[in-house]
């Protein structure tokens, strides 16, 4: 048998990749079949006039997204070792405070991506802002300490964790090294957002695009650092946290 070839190296590798993206993205239809069928079972034992309150159907969807992700990590986790599932950060590595102060800035640039037209005309912004207590607690207690776990355990527990074992490629951003699965999944994040397309102005819809992918390489990054779902999730929650809390403040300035 004559022996491999760089370029039958090279194909040998190309086809890996190509399958580890065709069963990743297999799992990834799984999932979303499997969150919206959980999600209509929840949603149908609630009453109509809890869902029609905003912060309740945040709560429901993420908690049907986390339990979700959960059981598919479950199966998965004998089969894969690494960072997948859920874990402690290694020793000395947590990434706590980087991922907290980037976070807090990530927020500021997400206000102004999303709201400069209501910072230039010193309006409140749209959206579920109203500054009665009964609203402003759930939502900030959502988006500062739920929305960053129950998100990060999907898109980099279950979705980077089970690519990154499967593509084994990294490339250098600056002084960073991140995978290519990171990049794929962060691809995948900002995806997610797409719909604001069919709800804000084509500037900010975009502006949302570029910091998602931008949120999902740091929070990939600090994923394969840390081992952990722990910084990543103190980063996306302290953007979120630092962007709702500004919105309150200028509906409560600004509202007219």
């Not at 706590?96 to 500021?108: D, E, Q, T």
């Not at 400069?116 to 609203?135: D, F, K, Q, V």
């Not at 980099?156 to 951003?173: A, D, E, M, Q």
Request: positive net charge; hydrophobic residues 50%; proline residues 5%.
């Amino acid at each position: 048998m004559a022996p491999k070839t760089n370029h039958d190296s090279q194909a040998d590798g190309s086809i890996r990749v190509l399958t580890g993206i065709g069963q990743w993205a297999l799992l990834v239809c799984l999932y979303m079949l499997s969150f919206r069928a959980a999600f209509t079972y929840v949603t149908s034992r609630v009453p109509a006039h809890c869902i029609r309150t905003p912060w309740v159907y945040g709560y429901l969807s993420h908690a049907c997204l986390l339990l979700v992700a959960l059981g598919f990590m479950a199966v998965l986790k004998p089969f894969f070792g690494g960072n997948f599932g859920i874990q402690l950060p290694r020793p000395g590595k947590s990434y706590v405070w980087p991922a907290l102060w980037v976070g807090v800035c990530f927020g500021f640039l997400m206000l102004v991506v999303d709201y400069y037209p209501s910072l230039i005309r010193h309006s409140a912004p749209p959206g579920p802002y109203a500054t009665n207590l009964w609203n402003v607690v759930p939502w900030l207690l959502m988006e500062g300490v739920v929305v960053g776990f129950t998100e990060e355990a999907l898109f980099r527990g279950l979705f980077l964790g089970y690519l990154v074992n499967r593509i084994t490629r990294s490339v250098r951003i600056g002084a960073a090294r991140i995978s290519v699965a990171g990049i794929i999944v962060a691809a995948t994040f900002s995806l997610a957002h797409a719909q604001a397309f069919w709800h804000t102005s084509l500037l900010s819809a975009l502006g949302q695009q570029l910091y998602a992918i931008a949120i999902g390489i740091f929070c990939a990054y600090l994923f394969e650092q840390s081992g952990s779902l722990l910084a990543p999730a103190i980063a996306h929650n302290a953007g979120d946290f630092v962007e709702w809390c500004c919105c309150f403040t200028m509906t409560a300035l600004w509202h007219k």
